[in-house]
């Protein structure tokens, strides 16, 4: 048995829960305010974040909490969940199924097991170290293709590219890939991890949005890691990618 399996099972029930309670809202009419970077929220984000955060707190009562809309508490057993209620809130508002519930536990500073649960799509993702990543009951695993050319590519955030000193070279770089897409975030890393794309790039993002996609994609065979190379769900950014071709992605994002 995984050493994270009770772990697993009680975030993916909270992940499960989380989605019902954001397709009972999408029954009516979504409302919904702006954060202070005018990213939209809305009460189905902060009821799920408020049932998985409970969840979790009762099964777990040592352990802290960090939540996008607010959920805190202190760790006292040096493990985190981190917790993105309803990622892809644009695109839940628009109706478009590509959102998902993502919880991670992190321990000791390291992604140790995540779940991404896509109510719209029937899909529930999930990993914990060691031990593989899967979707539903099936095995996930990376493409085995070694070449741009016959990549495929998902640019998430593409309006946020202009900040960084390699934009004015991106359509160029990405010229040469097989397919370029955009779908979102979540499921765009999740393409990479089911072997469907080879390279998702993220110009933008906090922990929430990364600790389930990081665990999920590294189970699955991939290499995650942020525009400077470091392995890590703070810096900002993301890239998860095929290990062939780790190193040509990584010389361009941190020229």
């Not at 390291?110 to 031990?131: I, K, L, Q, W």
């Not at 765009?188 to 790039?201: P, Q, S, T």
Request: glycine share 10%.
């Amino acid at each position: 048995m995984s050493e994270f399996a009770k772990e697993l099972e009680v975030a993916r029930a909270a992940a499960c829960r989380a989605g019902e309670i954001a397709l009972r809202y999408r029954e009516e009419e979504i409302g919904f305010d702006s954060k202070s970077d005018d990213s939209p929220v809305t009460a189905a984000d902060r009821e799920c974040e408020r049932v998985i955060a409970q969840a979790l707190e009762e099964a777990f009562p040592e352990d802290g909490l960090l939540g996008e809309e607010g959920a805190a508490k202190k760790s006292r057993s040096g493990r985190r969940w981190i917790i993105d209620p309803i990622d892809g809130t644009r695109d839940y508002i628009r109706g478009i199924p590509v959102w998902a519930n993502l919880i991670g536990l992190e321990q000791d500073g390291e992604v140790v097991a995540g779940v991404a649960h896509f109510p719209g799509r029937g899909e529930t993702y999930f990993a914990s170290r060691g031990t593989g990543a899967y979707v539903n009951d099936r095995r996930l695993r990376i493409s085995n293709i070694a070449s741009i050319s016959q990549a495929s590519l998902c640019l998430t955030g593409l309006n946020s590219f202009y900040k960084y000193s390699f934009s004015g070279e991106l359509l160029h770089w990405i010229k040469p890939f097989w397919s370029v897409r955009c779908f979102g975030g979540s499921i765009d890393a999740m393409l990479v991890a089911r072997g469907e794309a080879e390279v998702w790039i993220e110009s933008i993002v906090k922990p929430w949005d990364l600790a389930a996609l990081k665990i999920i994609s590294e189970e699955a065979g991939a290499e995650f890691f942020d525009f400077s190379g470091q392995l890590t769900i703070s810096g900002g950014n993301a890239v998860a990618c095929v290990p062939t071709l780790a190193a040509e992605v990584l010389r361009f994002l941190s020229r």
